[in-house]
């Protein structure tokens, strides 16, 4: 291991295999989990992690750091009662813990693509610090929206309407809200990246006395010194609680991904908009649409999807969507990468109708105009048998018609002979069988796949409406605990949501299999 301004190479056995990784972005990752994580009850006592060593990459070999740290960017992800706890698991019991940090992760939409339990265990460091910032920024990111801020109308332009401020990214929100306030405090200077626009720490400044003029004041403005000046910065933001992610030398070197952190941090803590007295109604994303979307970035989309239909309005998610569930399919000579016009994506979104097609979907009534105008229902029918494809295609080898592919009833005929194989007594009709709402079959499913998973004395059989989200919740956590990418939600297991029922039966028969590694 070699240190070189800051950046920290690890070797690897050639130089196309050694890898490299930002010692600040560390330090300050290491913090960030110190700070919210230290009131913890299975893991306070282990922290703080040091800084000035890499004992954080040994910290997360058991998993329970990073179910932890999920849990706290989006609460409620991962039932911790699936969690194997306590200082001596062994590596079999460490593998299932990493399997929930990893299938957790997806499930939010982190890009962990060709990421397994191995290399957490293995502490791979540039593979636990982007896993750990995509954590971080997806719950800093997550309440940065119009329905938990609708003060955020304030920073349309001229002319713009809601959906302009919709289709926006949101670094791009954080960027208008900043020189919002650079705006109203009469600044002559504006901000267009988290980068050198920050450096100097005048902006940071400005932007502080602003938000907070009673807390906050201008004297680092008097002082020459860079680093100096960056000091008075972060000191003014910790008289607000947000003095997280930055060290005054990450100000001064314009650290992208950490002035970033910050800026939403500052922003989830001190918006400081004035509320608006009739905001247009915005109607929140559904959990199919979240689903969607998590789903779709967890398979390494780029850009990342924040809006799922503004963002898919160029056909090209769709079409690298495309490419990911059937590896080839893509005719890169049909695609408009850069596309400039209007019909240069309204020509992406045909095209990925057309590949569709190729895949038997049925689109009946729907062209690629119906995408780019975003409709809704017809844009979430061709996800939906995306969706489908992606799971079903791993089971093809399965059925007793590969080329057709495997049924709805093939599958639900394996779930009922495992479970019944397993001397277990609950079964299931099909999909929408209502009697799938207490999770006790999908319970049995997952303990006859894996033998001892399930802890019975976790699981009620009362049917209360309380007493099945439990359940649900607890299968959710076994299913990705045994290695599969669930994205069912415990409401979709409660209201027998069909769809979302099959692909976590699909994602356990794939497991089965040893279909999914």
Same mark, same amino acid.
């Given at each position: 291991?070699?240190?070189?301004?800051?950046?920290?190479?690890?070797?690897?056995?050639?130089?196309?295999?050694?890898?490299?990784?930002?010692?600040?972005?560390?330090?300050?990752?290491?913090?960030?989990?110190?700070?919210?994580?230290?009131?913890?009850?299975?893991?306070?006592?282990?922290?703080?992690?040091? %800084?000035?060593?890499?004992?954080?990459?040994?910290?997360?070999?058991?998993?329970?750091?990073?179910?932890?740290?999920?849990?706290?960017?989006?609460?409620? %992800?991962?039932?911790?009662?699936?969690?194997?706890?306590?200082?001596?698991?062994?590596?079999?019991?460490?593998?299932?813990?990493?399997?929930?940090?990893?299938?957790?992760?997806?499930?939010?939409?982190?890009?962990?693509?060709?990421?397994?339990?191995?290399?957490?265990?293995?502490?791979?460091?540039?593979?636990?610090?982007?896993?750990?910032?995509?954590?971080?920024?997806?719950?800093?990111?997550?309440?940065?929206?119009?329905?938990?801020?609708?003060?955020?109308?304030?920073?349309?332009?001229?002319?713009?309407?809601?959906?302009?401020?919709?289709?926006?990214?949101?670094?791009?929100?954080?960027?208008?809200?900043?020189?919002?306030?650079?705006?109203?405090?009469?600044?002559?200077?504006?901000?267009?990246?988290?980068?050198?626009?920050?450096?100097?720490?005048?902006?940071?400044?400005?932007?502080?006395?602003?938000?907070?003029?009673?807390?906050?004041?201008?004297?680092?403005?008097?002082?020459?010194? $860079?680093?100096?000046?960056?000091?008075?910065?972060?000191?003014?933001?910790?008289?607000?609680?947000?003095?997280?992610?930055?060290? !005054?030398?990450?100000?001064?070197?314009?650290?992208?991904?950490?002035?970033?952190?910050?800026?939403?941090?500052?922003?989830? %803590?001190?918006?400081?908009?004035?509320?608006?007295?009739?905001?247009?109604?915005i109607i929140e994303e559904t959990r199919e649409e979240k689903a969607f979307r998590n789903w779709m970035n967890s398979l390494g989309v780029d850009p990342f999807v924040n809006n799922l239909y503004f963002d898919l309005?160029?056909?090209?998610?769709?079409?690298?969507?495309?490419?990911?569930?059937?590896?080839?399919?893509?005719?890169?000579?049909?695609?408009?990468?850069?596309?400039? %016009?209007?019909?240069?994506?309204?020509?992406?979104?045909?095209?990925?109708?057309?590949?569709?097609?190729?895949?038997?979907?049925?689109?009946?009534?729907?062209?690629?105009?119906?995408?780019?105008?975003?409709?809704?229902?017809?844009?979430?029918?061709?996800?939906? $048998?995306?969706?489908?494809?992606?799971?079903?295609?791993?089971?093809?080898?399965?059925?007793?018609?590969?080329?057709?592919?495997?049924?709805?009833?093939?599958?639900?005929?394996?779930?009922n002979q495992k479970v019944r194989g397993a001397g277990k007594n609950s079964s299931m009709s099909s999909f929408k069988d209502?009697?799938?709402?207490?999770?006790?079959?999908?319970?049995?499913?997952?303990?006859?796949?894996?033998?001892?998973?399930?802890?019975?004395?976790?699981?009620?059989?009362?049917?209360?409406?309380?007493?099945?989200?439990?359940?649900?919740?607890?299968?959710?956590?076994?299913?990705?605990?045994?290695?599969?990418?669930?994205?069912?939600? !415990?409401?979709?297991?409660?209201?027998?949501?069909?769809?979302?029922?099959?692909?976590?039966?699909?994602?356990?028969?794939?497991?089965?299999?040893?279909?999914?590694?």
């Open positions: 291991m070699s240190k070189q301004a800051n950046v920290v190479k690890v070797g690897g056995a050639t130089d196309a295999t050694a890898h490299s990784f930002s010692e600040e972005e560390k330090v300050a990752f290491v913090e960030y989990i110190n700070s919210v994580l230290h009131k913890d009850k299975d893991v306070g006592s282990r922290l703080p992690i040091s %800084t000035s060593d890499n004992s954080l990459f040994s910290a997360v070999n058991d998993g329970l750091i990073l179910c932890k740290l999920i849990n706290d960017a989006v609460p409620d %992800t991962i039932d911790e009662r699936v969690l194997n706890k306590g200082n001596n698991l062994n590596k079999f019991k460490i593998t299932e813990n990493q399997n929930v940090a990893i299938n957790s992760a997806k499930a939010i939409g982190c890009s962990v693509v060709n990421v397994g339990a191995t290399d957490i265990m293995a502490g791979t460091t540039h593979i636990i610090l982007g896993l750990i910032w995509q954590v971080i920024r997806i719950g800093l990111f997550s309440k940065i929206n119009l329905v938990n801020h609708p003060e955020l109308y304030r920073l349309l332009e001229p002319g713009e309407t809601i959906e302009d401020l919709l289709k926006l990214p949101i670094e791009q929100i954080l960027l208008r809200w900043f020189n919002y306030h650079l705006k109203n405090a009469g600044h002559n200077r504006r901000v267009n990246n988290f980068t050198k626009d920050i450096m100097d720490s005048e902006n940071y400044t400005v932007l502080l006395a602003q938000i907070a003029p009673g807390k906050c004041n201008k004297n680092a403005l008097k002082e020459g010194d $860079q680093t100096k000046r960056a000091e008075l910065v972060l000191q003014n933001a910790d008289k607000l609680g947000c003095r997280k992610f930055l060290h !005054p030398k990450d100000i001064v070197r314009g650290n992208h991904k950490l002035n970033l952190a910050f800026v939403a941090n500052l922003f989830n %803590t001190w918006p400081a908009l004035e509320p608006v007295e009739h905001a247009p109604e309005r160029d056909g090209l998610i769709l079409i690298q969507l495309f490419n990911k569930v059937q590896p080839g399919i893509v005719d890169d000579k049909r695609v408009n990468w850069h596309p400039k %016009t209007n019909f240069n994506k309204i020509e992406n979104c045909n095209y990925a109708v057309e590949l569709g097609k190729q895949l038997k979907f049925s689109l009946v009534g729907i062209d690629g105009k119906n995408i780019y105008d975003g409709n809704k229902t017809l844009t979430l029918a061709i996800l939906w $048998q995306l969706m489908r494809h992606h799971v079903v295609s791993i089971l093809k080898s399965l059925s007793s018609n590969p080329e057709k592919g495997i049924s709805d009833d093939e599958i639900v005929a394996w779930a209502s009697s799938l709402r207490d999770a006790v079959f999908l319970i049995d499913l997952v303990d006859a796949v894996r033998p001892g998973t399930a802890d019975y004395n976790l699981v009620t059989r009362s049917g209360s409406a309380d007493d099945n989200l439990l359940n649900a919740k607890y299968a959710v956590g076994l299913a990705r605990k045994i290695g599969g990418a669930v994205f069912a939600l !415990p409401e979709d297991i409660v209201e027998v949501k069909h769809k979302m029922i099959m692909t976590y039966v699909a994602t356990v028969m794939a497991v089965d299999a040893g279909l999914i590694h």
